[in-house]
C-alpha cells in the first residue's frame, strides 16, 4: 500500500511518440526513460501511437516489459487520423501527467492541443529531422513552427538547436542533452573472430558494417560501393547491414551489379544487434543527416573502431584521429578512403577502439543524461531535486 501510494506522488512523465514498424534509434532512450528517471523521483510512462496490428508494436510491448518501461499504445491510422486526439486525451485524464514530452511532429501537435483541457508542462525533444520525402519535410516544417510554444526543447546536438532557435524557439527555453547509452548493456563478451563465427561469417575477412534503417538519407550505397571498390583492389572484406526499410530492394540490386551480392549480407532487423557489432571491424556510418546517433554511441562501447560523416552532433563524438575517422558527406572517394585506411591499419583501429570506450564512459554515459533531463523537469515544476539513493 505504501509502495503504491508513493508511486501515485511522483509526478508522471509521458514520453509520447508515433512508431511504425519496430522504430528508431530514439526507442533505445525512450523505452529506458522510465527506469533512469525513477532515482529523480518521476515516473515515467511511454506512449506511442501506432498503427493497428502492426506486429512492431508488439515487439516493442516486449522490449518495454523487459526495461520495467509502462507503455500505453493508441491506434493510429495515419496523420489525419483525428481519434488520437481524444485517445490521448482520456490518457492523460487517467494518467494526469506532470510533463507531456513530445518526441515527433504529430506528438508536438497534440500536446499543444491536450494541454488546453488536460494541464501539463510541455517538453519536446528533437532527435532530428532526417527522414527524406516531399511529405515529411512538411511535417517537419509544421513541427519547427509549434516547437516555439513548448516550454523546454531538448536537442540532442548543437546544430539542431541552431536550427529550433532560426525557427523561433526562445533560447532559454532550448537546451542540448547529447545521446547516451548505458553501459552495462554494452560490455564486449567476444572477440571479432569467435563472433563471427558464431554468426556464420568468414572469421579470417574483414567485416564493415553499418545498424540502422535501410533509408536514402543513410547513404549505405556509398558503402556498398566502397565495398565493391576495395574487394576489386583484393582486400577480403564484406560488408554486413543489420536494419530494414524502404531501400532494402535497391541496396540488393546494386549489390549484384557490382558483382558482390556474395559479399553484401543485408540480415535485416535484429532485436539485439550487439551480437553483430562485435562481429564487425570497423563500423562506418556515412548519413547525410543525423543528429547524434547512438549507433556510434553504441559500436564505441563495444570496441568497434568508427568512421563517420562530419554531420550535426558525430563531429563533436568524434576527435578525428584519436577516437575515429571523419569523412565528409557525399564524399565517396574520402569514404573509400577511410575505410581502406583503417582495414589496412590494426595498429590504427586499436588505438581508436581504446579512446572510443574512454569517450563513452566520460561523457556519453545514460545515468548522467538523466540527471540532466531530471533537471529540466525539476526547473520546469519548481521542484527540489532528488540525489539518487
Known amino acids: 500500500m505504501v509502495d503504491s501510494v508513493a508511486r501515485r506522488e511522483k509526478p508522471i512523465v509521458l514520453h509520447v511518440r508515433v512508431m511504425a514498424g519496430q522504430g528508431g534509434g530514439p526507442e533505445k532512450?525512450?523505452?529506458?526513460?522510465?527506469?533512469?528517471?525513477?532515482?529523480?523521483?518521476?515516473?515515467?510512462?511511454?506512449?506511442?501511437l501506432h498503427p493497428p496490428g502492426d506486429p512492431g508494436f508488439s515487439e516493442l510491448r516486449q522490449k518495454a516489459a523487459q526495461l520495467d518501461a509502462p507503455l500505453v499504445g493508441v491506434p493510429d491510422r495515419g496523420p489525419w487520423d483525428l481519434r488520437v486526439l481524444g485517445a490521448a486525451y482520456r490518457v492523460c485524464r487517467r494518467l494526469r501527467p506532470a510533463i507531456w514530452q513530445g518526441h515527433d511532429y504529430k506528438t508536438n501537435l497534440l500536446g499543444?492541443?491536450?494541454?488546453?483541457?488536460?494541464?501539463?508542462?510541455?517538453?519536446s525533444m528533437v532527435h532530428g529531422w532526417t527522414v527524406e520525402g516531399r511529405r515529411i519535410r512538411f511535417y517537419y516544417r509544421l513541427d519547427r513552427l509549434?516547437?516555439?510554444?513548448?516550454?523546454?526543447?531538448?536537442?540532442?546536438?548543437?546544430?539542431?538547436?541552431?536550427?529550433?532557435?532560426?525557427?523561433?524557439?526562445?533560447?532559454?527555453?532550448?537546451?542540448?542533452?547529447?545521446?547516451?547509452?548505458?553501459?552495462?548493456?554494452?560490455?564486449?563478451?567476444?572477440?571479432?573472430?569467435?563472433?563471427?563465427?558464431?554468426?556464420?561469417?568468414?572469421?579470417?575477412g574483414l567485416v564493415i558494417g553499418n545498424v540502422g534503417r535501410l533509408s536514402p538519407e543513410k547513404g549505405l550505397a556509398g558503402l556498398v560501393e566502397a565495398t565493391a571498390q576495395l574487394l576489386e583492389e583484393g582486400q577480403p572484406v564484406r560488408l554486413v547491414l543489420v536494419g530494414d526499410g524502404p531501400e532494402r530492394q535497391e541496396l540488393e540490386a546494386l549489390a549484384r551489379r557490382q558483382g558482390i551480392a556474395d559479399r553484401v549480407h543485408l540480415v535485416g532487423h535484429q532485436p539485439d544487434p550487439r551480437p553483430w557489432y562485435e562481429a564487425m571491424d570497423l563500423f562506418v556510418s556515412n548519413s547525410r543527416r543525423e543528429g547524434l546517433p547512438n549507433v556510434l554511441l553504441e559500436a564505441m562501447a563495444l570496441g568497434v573502431p568508427v568512421a563517420a560523416t562530419r554531420i550535426a552532433g558525430v563531429a563533436r563524438l568524434i576527435e578525428p584521429?584519436?577516437?575515429?575517422?571523419?569523412?565528409?558527406?557525399?564524399?565517396q572517394a574520402g569514404l573509400t578512403d577511410a575505410i581502406r585506411r583503417m582495414l589496412t591499419d590494426a595498429e590504427l583501429r586499436r588505438r581508436l577502439v581504446q579512446a572510443g570506450r574512454?569517450?563513452?564512459?566520460?561523457?556519453?554515459?545514460?545515468?548522467?543524461?538523466?540527471?540532466?533531463?531530471?533537471?529540466?523537469?525539476?526547473?520546469?515544476?519548481?521542484?527540489?531535486?532528488?540525489?539518487?539513493?
Open 29 to 48: 532512450t525512450i523505452l529506458r526513460s522510465p527506469r533512469g528517471l525513477a532515482p529523480y523521483g518521476y515516473r515515467g510512462v511511454c506512449v506511442y
Open 321 to 331: 584521429e584519436r577516437t575515429g575517422l571523419l569523412v565528409e558527406p557525399d564524399d
Open 358 to 389: 574512454n569517450t563513452v564512459e566520460t561523457r556519453y554515459s545514460f545515468q548522467s543524461r538523466m540527471a540532466k533531463v531530471a533537471a529540466v523537469y525539476d526547473d520546469l515544476l519548481g521542484r527540489r531535486p532528488l540525489s539518487p539513493g
Open 112 to 123: 499543444l492541443l491536450v494541454s488546453r483541457v488536460c494541464p501539463a508542462r510541455l517538453v
Open 146 to 204: 509549434w516547437l516555439r510554444f513548448y516550454e523546454r526543447v531538448i536537442c540532442v546536438s548543437e546544430d539542431l538547436r541552431a536550427e529550433c532557435l532560426r525557427w523561433g524557439v526562445r533560447p532559454e527555453r532550448c537546451i542540448v542533452i547529447e545521446n547516451a547509452i548505458d553501459l552495462s548493456e554494452y560490455q564486449r563478451r567476444l572477440p571479432p573472430e569467435e563472433a563471427k563465427r558464431r554468426l556464420g561469417l568468414d572469421p579470417v
